[in-house]
């Protein structure tokens, strides 16, 4: 394979990424020490800590050159099992500095928004606190590696905070959804150790890692598979990346871990951890596996578009407010890996894209459906009605959330879906056309679901609905904020993105499929 542009030295910058990781994690570490009597204290210095670790995002994101030859930029490094070759190697391309600032923007709105949620417990709310900060560090390491073993680590580890603030802070049926959050996980990822354990025997002999290695570029760059080791092994990661990501039909686990989660834990597995799924297809399948990669790609497009219907279809049937947000997702996530796996700049940009935008648009949807239900102490649809009049400004935000979930021009996600379709259509024609029904069943859903809750006449049980306060549009506003912005003003991201784009396509020898029909010449003398 042409190894050409991952090849590249990466650019050095010191150890912002390595704070960037540590902030969190040492922020818990410090928030979970706090005494109970301080509560109140933990909260807000859990606040501040995600407020710094954004502030180091910004910077990585600033100092992130769109214009560098170097796959991999800001690039830091140090030894830590050195006799099997593992590394904590850190740096990012412009798909993982796009994703590192979904996360970091995130997170502290999700504790603003959890700020209650640990009294819903016995635990100590400094532990809720906690945990979130430690799932915000792992997620930015995952994206942040270099090192395959390291990602891994990650990757897994992260399941532990998910699996607790499911388990000890979420609804009735927690104990159920949680253990099945873990199961689906693990069993990912044993198999992933398995084609871990297979990449590392593999590498051995490789010049200057004759021992073997992890390191990311000197597997995709010198390491020779045969045909049956590389699918095996591109099996074993794809698996662990779909499940998490959810592909149908390994997504039952995400509707149930969910709706039980409160809506701050919700919004960091949605539509910021599970993205580690798909982030893993473009960042590790298709550069270390490219010829399994093109060799399944038939068959993961297809499963893509069977997601993006069915997750819709089901989504329409579902009478239960946080139940039919999660089942969106699964439609969504089916238009991302469908992107991917259409090996084009256009679908891969696209899909890039719509991690982001589908982050901060389910974000929207969770968030504010939590607000709701808090209020009125149901899920059930059925059970709200006239929302718009008693509290027009919870109902206008929520209203503004679900038509970026549908794509409407003007609001992030339709540019990212148009993206994807494009980028799909000039490969696989078929699978496009028939993903375009996702769009019209998600005009379906929203619209359904917004006519149900809020408008119609007042029920006495939303009487007294308040409208949003303080903390609550503080969380609000940032999200629709950046919904509206890279609906109009999209470019600069783009931009960002491509520069990892076109090394992913690189390493996997794809090009841009010539138009079907050729552009008709220009005749001489007329004007060009």
């Not at 050195?82 to 990012?92: A, D, I, K, R």
């Not at 940009?349 to 709701?372: C, E, P």
Request: with cysteine; proline share 5%; hydrophobic share 55%.
């Amino acid at each position: 394979m042409d190894g050409t542009d991952l090849a590249a030295a990466p650019l050095e910058s010191g150890p912002l990424l390595l704070l960037l990781c540590l902030l969190p994690l040492v922020g818990a570490a410090v928030v979970a020490a706090v005494p109970a009597r301080a509560a109140e204290a933990a909260k807000r210095l859990a606040v501040a800590v995600a407020l710094a670790t954004l502030a180091v995002a910004v910077v990585v994101a600033l100092r992130f050159d769109r214009g560098a030859d170097a796959p991999y930029q800001l690039a830091d490094r140090y030894d830590w099992i050195p006799q099997f070759g593992v590394s904590l190697s850190l740096g990012v391309t412009g798909i993982s500095v796009a994703l590192v600032a979904l996360t970091a923007v995130l997170v502290p709105l999700c504790l603003l928004a959890s700020w209650d949620d640990g009294r819903a417990s016995s635990r100590r709310p400094q532990t809720h606190l906690a945990l979130m900060l430690a799932l915000e560090g792992l997620i930015l390491a995952a994206f942040c590696a270099r090192d395959v073993f390291l990602f891994y680590v990650c990757f897994e580890v992260m399941l532990i905070p998910m699996y607790f603030l499911i388990g000890g802070y979420g609804g009735a049926q927690r104990s159920y959804a949680a253990a099945k959050f873990l199961i689906y996980n693990l069993l990912g990822g044993l198999v992933m150790l398995a084609a871990l354990i297979g990449l590392y025997v593999e590498s051995r002999g490789l010049p200057g890692a004759e021992d073997g290695t992890f390191d990311i570029t000197t597997l995709a760059t010198q390491l020779e598979l045969g045909t049956t080791t590389e699918r095996l092994l591109f099996l074993g990661f794809f698996l662990a990346f779909a499940i998490k990501a959810p592909l149908w039909p390994l997504h039952t686990w995400l509707p149930d871990a969910a709706v039980e989660a409160r809506p701050g834990a919700a919004v960091l597995m949605v539509s910021v951890m599970d993205k580690l799924g798909t982030f893993g297809m473009i960042a590790l399948c298709l550069p270390l596996f490219p010829a399994a990669s093109v060799w399944a790609r038939p068959v993961v497009v297809a499963l893509a578009v069977v997601g993006i219907v069915y997750g819709a279809l089901v989504a329409i049937g579902q009478s239960d407010l946080m139940r039919l947000i999660a089942y969106t997702s699964v439609s969504h996530f089916g238009f991302i890996i469908m992107g991917i796996f259409a090996m084009t700049s256009q679908g891969q940009t696209g899909a890039t894209l719509y991690m982001v935008n589908h982050g901060f648009s389910t974000a929207g949807l969770f968030l504010i459906a939590g607000m709701m239900v808090t209020r009125r102490g149901s899920r059930l649809i059925a059970d709200y009605g006239g929302v718009q009049r008693v509290a027009p400004v919870l109902a206008g935000s929520f209203f503004v959330a679900g038509l970026s979930s549908l794509a409407l021009p003007g609001l992030s996600s339709f540019v990212s879906e148009f993206l994807v379709l494009v980028g799909t259509f000039t490969r696989y024609q078929a699978a496009a056309v028939v993903a375009t029904l996702g769009i019209v069943l998600a005009a379906l859903y929203i619209l359904l679901t917004v006519t149900r809750t809020l408008s119609g006449p007042v029920r006495p049980e939303t009487e007294g609905f308040r409208d949003l306060r303080g903390r609550e549009a503080a969380v609000v506003a940032p999200v629709l904020a950046v919904i509206i912005a890279l609906g109009f003003v999209p470019g600069p991201l783009i931009d960002v993105i491509d520069h990892g784009v076109d090394d992913t396509l690189a390493s996997v020898s794809q090009d841009d499929p010539a138009p079907s029909v050729p552009a008709a010449p220009v005749a001489e003398g007329s004007p060009e």
